[in-house]
């Protein structure tokens, strides 16, 4: 009975994960460059690690000393889904959509003084126009969330009001005077695309955004291992365009409605195994 309880409140607390990954996945099939995540489950090996000082009262075992075998399962990884999402059309000029590998990078001002910016990954590319302070004439190219797009350098863009700007596929930025007098140019500064060499270090934070979680990097790492800027020739951007979701809204219902009734059918054994140990107390009594 004790054994039946195990497996099924394990069983509770992993689907109970699933439900809320798969909410959160239907919840967001409406997100600009969202990722759906995958969620998996694996058993429980063992229960005890060190299971030395008990050798003595385990004669007969057949598992190896230090290892106990134990009953049911548990949550496994939550696994990013990188697959492209859908183009959406919006024929806005500094919307932009990434075809393939890459993530932009956006930089936010650090709440401490003195401290250097914190840089956050998307795939999300809707990007606007902001005056910046001081330098009249002059715009950073700035997320919807208000953090400011790099270039290939990790700097700030920097745009100037007297030139029409346009971004081709590479991620370069050719610039033009309004007035019509000279040809086009290309801006020193071009759209800094980079690829996570494992994109399962990455840890959500918030607004669609990603930062490299420290805590799951192998030991002498550091995040600049994982980020890697892309060539020129490895970049497909779409200006005009942006990345919908990559969540199936039908696949979603359909794990969602799955791991309910899994939950359902493990709340019920639960109750169950209760029952009998409850009767079981009884008898002994």
Do not use: C, W
Not at 99 to 116: D, N, T
């Amino acid at each position: 009975m004790n054994t039946s309880l195990y497996i099924s409140s394990g069983a509770l607390q992993a689907y109970q994960q699933k439900i809320d990954t798969s909410a959160n996945n239907v919840a967001n099939v409406n997100t600009t460059g969202f990722k759906r995540k995958d969620h998996s489950f694996s058993e429980v090996l063992a229960s005890q690690i060190n299971n030395q000082s008990r050798v003595n009262q385990e004669v007969g075992r057949l598992t190896p000393n230090g290892i106990r075998v134990s009953y049911g399962t548990l949550p496994g990884l939550m696994q990013i889904n990188m697959e492209q999402g859908q183009a959406i059309e919006t024929k806005y000029p500094f919307d932009l959509m990434l075809e393939g590998k890459g993530f932009f990078q956006i930089s936010y001002p650090s709440a401490v003084p003195g401290a250097p910016a914190e840089i956050r990954y998307t795939r999300d590319g809707n990007f606007h126009l902001s005056p910046i302070q001081g330098q009249p004439g002059n715009f950073h190219l700035v997320h919807a969330n208000g953090g400011m797009l790099l270039d290939q350098n990790g700097r700030a863009i920097e745009l100037n009001g007297q030139y029409e700007v346009k971004i081709d596929a590479t991620g370069q930025i050719q610039l033009k005077n309004k007035n019509g007098l000279g040809d086009s140019f290309l801006s020193p500064q071009q759209i800094g695309i980079v690829d996570i060499q494992n994109p399962h270090v990455l840890r959500n934070a918030g607004e669609n955004q990603f930062t490299i979680d420290t805590t799951v990097l192998p030991a002498g790492s550091t995040p600049n291992d994982f980020v890697r800027l892309m060539e020129t020739n490895e970049v497909q951007l779409t200006s005009g365009f942006l990345e919908g979701s990559n969540v199936d809204l039908t696949k979603e219902m359909t794990d969602l409605m799955t791991s309910q009734r899994s939950y359902q059918m493990n709340a019920r054994a639960v109750s169950y195994a209760d029952q009998m140990m409850g009767i079981a107390n009884g008898i002994v009594r």
